[in-house]
């Protein structure tokens, strides 16, 4: 009997001190300053940590080069330059050598392949699982590290569960009773309120800490926001500060349940994976969806999947064959606190939502961005790469061409014919063959 | 360093790789977190299919072709000593290591008569020693995909073979490869250098 009770006071007094100190607040967009304590006392404990690394290492005179530099030493030159050739130049045996070379080192390392592993950092975090190339250095810094353990996982990840709970249960069980209502302004004020509550409670469950640059280029409604993609968190982050309509496909449990709900109260456009295939269906319906001035911004992302936050790849043209003005919103997560990136072929939601939650914080800056069109004359995939630059300029991320679905699907062949061409005009351009003159 | 070492103890037959290759510990590392990377359902081994998946890989004109040289014999299953093996031709040549070798003991995989061999078998598809002016026709027309036309194509395919070809037999022999190659800076050209 004593213990039950002692346990039901305990739960009690818990759930009371998370009400008051978290939930209330949060509701009314107030903050009482426990996360800047936290964010501060963090800062400083890995700026220690990272200085005793940099002591301990810099004995054995180790250098680490930053994670950006590749691992093979790579000749950059142009085709023209790595086949020794002036134009015009006749085919060797040894132009096979070029094109093995640039084959194994393709294979060595490729720029796409490593967007989808967790960046590296350059100093240690204090998190088991950057542990990559760092070694043991001393024992204060192992046991600041056990106390980090513990401190993670038996304070901060029940908090954050609890808190995880509370925030989706509330948004479901809102969302479901706003839908009740007749369509009229008060049920678009009530279910933004109801949606901003809850993703507010939801970045407090992660430690979240964003910081929103611009906000006088906060998309507006009747146009589609356009951003670089690393997590499902994205979304969380985005519509913390607004209000968004979602695409996006259809997905069974716990995010099934979350859309489903969401639709119930505010027009999202969720579609089966079967019509996804469909580009003029899916065209038609966000066409729809922009005209009416009077619904909320669409979020797409045009890249199509998560990728690790260092770079920017191809974005899909679709989104910008539709018209409209584009927001562009540019997102870097400081991979110091956390590591955000989603990397689905490793990890299901829930074990990658346990993941974040064990982290020290996801600390993120958001750039909102000047809306642009598309100017006369310039195609959709024109108009996709120049949105693209501004993003990446934006975030200080990298720029690349390829498609992040190249691990689902094959590359095109245009690309080849490129290099093909290239290589043809060396060697036949100039008539340096007999038969061409005759 | 200490937990360098117990790291690189991961690799199973690391020492054997080793000798065998000549990579440094620390490279050898970094190859096998590459394959790690490449292997994305962690099967323990490289198919065809996880090599053509490196975007890079598959527009480079030559990319069955080098896909092809890890999986000899008509193998389908690449294990990283094997994917090493080929990765070695590649390794810039050591000065150190010419000077100290033991002539007795086979030549490391990348000296310039491996480096040269490596080359000859990405013309030379049916292994029997020779590339016909066939296989140099198949290779020719692997580079410049449909912008020459057949003509042409033949007339630089003949061309290449009479001079290359010694004792006219219409094929290249490896032997009389490696000598019209004589001059080449073989080593800087088919040289990969690893960083740490």
Redesign the interface.
Known sequence: MDSAELAGKIVYTWLTLVLGFILLPSAFGLSLGISELYMKILVKTLEWATLRIEKGVSK?S??K?SAS?????RDESPMEKGLSGLRGR?????????????????????????RF?SEELVSWNLLTRTNVNF??ISPKLTMVWVLGVIVRYCVLLPLRVTLAFVGISFLVIGTTLVGQLPESSLRNRLSELVHLTCCRICVRALSGTIHYHNKQYRPQKGGICVANHTSPIDVLILTTDGCYAMVGQVHGGLMGIIQRAMVKSCPHVWFERSEMKDRHLVTKRLREHIADKKKLPILIFPEGTCINNTSVMMFKKGSFEIGGTIYPVAIKYNPQFGDAFWNS?KYNMVSYLLRMMTSWAIVCDVWYMPPMTREEGEDAVQFANRVKSAIAIQGGLTELP??GG??RA??KDT???????N???M??GNGS?N??LD | ????SSRAARIPDVDSIQRETGFSQASLL??YH?FR??D?NEKGYLSRVD?????????????DR?IDSFFPDGSLQLDFPGFVR??AH?RPVDVEDLRNRDPQEPEPLNSRMNKLR??FQ??DLDRDGKISRHEMLQ??RL??????TE??LE??AD??VQE?DEDGDGA?SFLE?AK??EK?N?EQ????????
């Open positions: 054995e180790v250098l080069s530099v590749g691992i093979i030493q006749d085919f060797e045996l040894s132009d096979v050598f070029y094109f093995s070379k640039k084959g194994l080192e393709a294979i060595v390392e490729d720029e796409v392949t490593q592993s070694q043991y072929s390829w498609d190249l691990k094959k590359v690309f080849k014919e490129e290099q093909q061409k290589y043809s005009k060697i036949v063959l038969s061409e | 360093m200490g937990s360098c970094r190859l590459r990377a490449l994305k090599l053509q998946e490196i975007g890079a890989l598959a527009v480079n004109p030559l990319g080098i080929v990765l590649f490596f080359a990405l013309y290779v020719l580079m410049v995909g449909v912008q020459v003509e042409q007339s630089i061309r290449t290359a290249v490869f019209s190659l080449m073989i050209k088919m040289s990969i250098r690893i960083l740490k």
